[in-house]
């Protein structure tokens, strides 16, 4: 039996994490959460191999007393304050993030943790310099307070390896989208609006570009490094692979839901609305064993399984 433990696990990712591990009869998988973003009604249904406990990573005592008792063999570490605007605002929170990186590694390396994975993100590239953006070459320059603490994870995850041996892997996650997802997210945002046939809001000109995941696709790639034990002790990109305009993402999801919704454009944001983002996947693609999902067939799965905030679940 694996003892697994999923940090920020009823959130959108960790959630749909936790229901592909327990496909696993051989996985136990615990789930924390603090329930500020999470919500109980993303997990999966109750299971003698998985456990949830409501606890604050950031909390030393909290969490100590859980990694100590369960002496878990593998880390999720994807508990987080998110959303690049809410992170601005809320600039003091995002940094006691640290903590929790702090105390997820020190436990895991005293635990005997055999390996740790860690949720990063593309906000750590900044403003596109290269393109595709390559995890190896591509410069971190971002300066938001999200970013920071996401760069600061992956260095305490190299320096623990370094002194004490502790393997991880960091996944530097790209705009995912699937029906558990926030509405504070542009795709289900879009989609909201859509289905309420609602003035759809796009800031500036909207040609900003982006690439979106579908959430399987995430996960098999994530769950693909940590089965067959690929990328230990290095970074991979989990991202879609064709950029698109935020404009043509309002009209593409217009246009699927039979809306009339208008295109209404907003002032650019002030900070934090990045030009470009378009990630090489070249090392994902040998952890997906068959072709990503296309983003209107993943926008269609998501109407057709019935969006989460409009089942009236609050985020």
Known sequence: MRNILITGGAGFIGSTLTEFLLRTPNNFVVVVDNLVSGNLKKLPAAAKNFKFIKANVNNRKEISEIMM??????????????????????????????????????????I?????????????????????????????????????????????????????????TIFRFFNTYGAKQSKNFVISKFLIHALKNEDIPVYGDGNQTRTFCYIDDNVKACLNAFYKNIYVNDVVNIGGENEITILNLAKIIIDITGSSSKIVFMPPLKEGDMSGRHPDITKMKILIDSPLIPLKEGLNIMIKNGLFELNNVPV
């Open 69 to 110: 008792s369960w002496k878990f063999d593998y880390v999720f570490h994807y508990a987080a304050v998110m959303g690049v605007q809410h992170t601005l605002a809320n600039p003091l929170l995002v940094l006691n993030d640290v903590e929790g990186i702090k105390n997820i590694l020190e436990l895991s390396k005293n």
């Open 112 to 168: 005997g943790v055999k390996r740790v994975f860690y949720s990063s993100s593309s906000e750590i590239y900044g403003e596109p310099v290269e393109y595709p953006q390559n995890e190896l070459t591509t410069p971190l320059n971002s300066r938001l307070p999200y970013a920071i603490v996401k760069n600061i994870g992956e260095a305490y995850l190299r320096s623990y390896k370094q002194e004490f041996d502790l393997d991880y």
